[in-house]
């Protein structure tokens, strides 16, 4: 069965440390891989994709992702965390079909919790 | 740019009745795909229109249908309702044929069920 594990319900992080957000997937192929930013009563805001190619991708707001294909991973990271930050975190996975985005399968997401 | 719009933002159904949620697609869209995000969990995925038809469609039963119309606008109907249907509905547009053209999401409508 298709599917996206997010380990962590929450991470917490100091202000201006690095943080990242970890993701794995259990997809058949080669999938896209998505990350989503949910705020409270919000639908969810795009943040960043990798299709193919560099396995670093950047994204919204000082956001990027690393691609790991031997452990299938997608864990988003970013330098320095802000306050603002504080959400919830999705990654989603897209199998490729004719190369169009069809249904996103979606983790179960991760607080993140940014203290100053 | 006009970005995915849906109503309403809240409604409380009682069981067994039926509810009927829309969705405008943002501007250059012209496909609609919805979600249902339960509490605490990721979103699952219900169907997909475009052109009109459902192009794809989730593990979801009969009693969830949908439409969309000639502007790419789209609708979800749910008929008798079931209180483990209280939920946050998102309807996302994109733009079916644009190589991984994301999602975009509205902020969902949020169905309780008593």
């Known amino acids: 069965a298709q599917s996206v594990a997010q380990p962590e319900d929450q991470v917490n992080v100091a202000e201006g440390n690095p943080l990242t957000v970890k993701c794995t997937y259990s997809?058949?192929?080669?999938?896209?891989l998505f990350w989503y930013v949910q705020y409270p009563n919000r639908g969810l805001q795009f943040l960043l994709k990798?299709?193919?190619?560099?396995?670093l991708v950047k994204g919204s707001y000082g956001f990027e992702a690393e691609f790991n294909k031997s452990q299938t991973s997608f864990h988003l990271k970013k330098p320095s965390a802000l306050v603002s930050d504080s959400a919830l975190y999705f990654c989603?996975?897209?199998?490729?079909?004719?190369?169009?985005?069809?249904?996103?399968?979606f983790g179960t997401g991760t607080l993140l919790a940014v203290q100053p | 740019e006009t970005g995915v719009t849906q109503s309403p933002t809240h409604l409380i159904k009682t069981r067994g009745q039926q509810v009927t949620l829309r969705c405008s697609s943002q501007?250059?869209?012209?496909?609609v795909s919805w979600y249902q995000q339960a509490l605490g969990q990721g979103p699952q995925f219900i169907f997909q229109?475009?052109?009109?038809?459902?192009?794809g469609r989730g593990n979801f039963p009969p009693r969830f249908s949908g439409l969309q119309f000639p502007n790419y606008s789209s609708e979800l109907n749910v008929n008798a309702l079931e209180l483990d249907d209280s939920a946050l509905y998102l309807c996302?547009?994109?733009?079916?044929?644009?190589?991984?053209?994301?999602?975009?999401f509205g902020n969902g409508t949020r169905l309780t069920v008593t």
């Open positions: 990798y299709i193919t190619g560099d396995n």
């Open positions: 997809v058949s192929g080669n999938p896209y």
């Open positions: 996302a547009s994109s733009l079916e044929g644009a190589l991984n053209s994301p999602l975009h």
């Open positions: 229109y475009y052109r009109e038809e459902e192009n």
């Open positions: 501007s250059g869209h012209n496909t």
């Open positions: 989603a996975v897209s199998p490729r079909r004719g190369g169009a985005t069809n249904k996103l399968i």
